[in-house]
T-cell receptor, first 114, second 114 residues
Framework: AQSVTQLDSQVPVFEEAPVELRCNYS??????LFWYVQYPNQGLQLLLK??????LVKGINGFEAEFNKSQTSFHLRKPSVHISDTAEYFC????????????FGDGTTLTVKP | DTAVSQTPKYLVTQMGNDKSIKCEQN?????MYWYKQDSKKFLKIMFS???????INETVPNRFSPKSPDKAHLNLHINSLELGDSAVYFC?????????????FGAGSRLTVL
């Protein structure tokens, strides 16, 4: 079965520290990869996406992610986090065989402490 | 102007009642979705419509009935509400039903069944 695994359910970090949120997907077929962020009591917003081309993609708010096909991973990174980055982060994958259907990971709660 | 708007934002009702959630998007997108986010923040797709045609219908009880009067609107009607229906329901839209499309989400409708 096709699935998305976010390896950490909760990630607490101090302000200005670097952070990595891990995402792995199961499939060897073509995929499209996304990271979305959900701030408290809001809907999800796109952070960044990988469709093709360069494996390092940059998104909003200083986030970036690297697509690693051999490891089937799409980890999200930020070199220095702010309090305002505290939110829920979702990795999502659309598989080439599932037109229009995005599968979401279970989410990672990022808590940035002062 | 809100791109994807859902009403109501909050809905509290008794078991056995019937309720509806409405969704409208002004982005000109032709594909709309309903997602359910449970108390653990797990996000699952329920339905998707492309140009008013149902294209994704996950394993959802038939008490849930989506309706798309036009491509800018996708409503969700729920009959005989159960405790387990309590969740946040998100409407989303995208341009096209292709695999690489980015989803734009509404702010969510929190349904509480007592």
């Amino acid at each position: 079965a096709q699935s998305v695994t976010q390896l950490d359910s909760q990630v607490p970090v101090f302000e200005e520290a670097p952070v990595e949120l891990r995402c792995n997907y199961s499939s060897s077929v073509s995929v499209y990869l996304f990271w979305y962020v959900q701030y408290p009591n809001q809907g999800l917003q796109l952070l960044l996406k990988y469709l093709s081309g360069s494996t390092l993609v940059k998104g909003i708010n200083g986030f970036e992610a690297e697509f690693n096909k051999s490891q089937t991973s799409f980890h999200l990174r930020k070199p220095s986090v702010h309090i305002s980055d505290t939110a829920e982060y979702f990795c999502a994958v659309t598989y080439n065989t599932n037109a229009g259907k995005s599968t979401f990971g279970d989410g990672t709660t990022l808590t940035v402490k002062p | 102007d809100t791109a994807v708007s859902q009403t109501p934002k909050y809905l509290v009702t008794q078991m056995g009642n019937d309720k509806s959630i409405k969704c409208e998007q002004n982005l000109g997108h032709d594909t709309m979705y309903w997602y359910k986010q449970d108390s653990k923040k797990f996000l699952k797709i329920m339905f998707s419509y492309n140009n008013k045609e149902l294209i994704i219908n996950e394993t959802v009880p038939n008490r849930f009935s989506p309706k798309s009067p036009d491509k800018a609107h996708l409503n969700l009607h729920i009959n005989s509400l159960e405790l387990g229906d309590s969740a946040v329901y998100f409407c989303a839209s995208s341009q096209g039903a292709q695999k690489a499309n980015v989803l734009t989400f509404g702010a969510g409708s929190r349904l509480t069944v007592l």
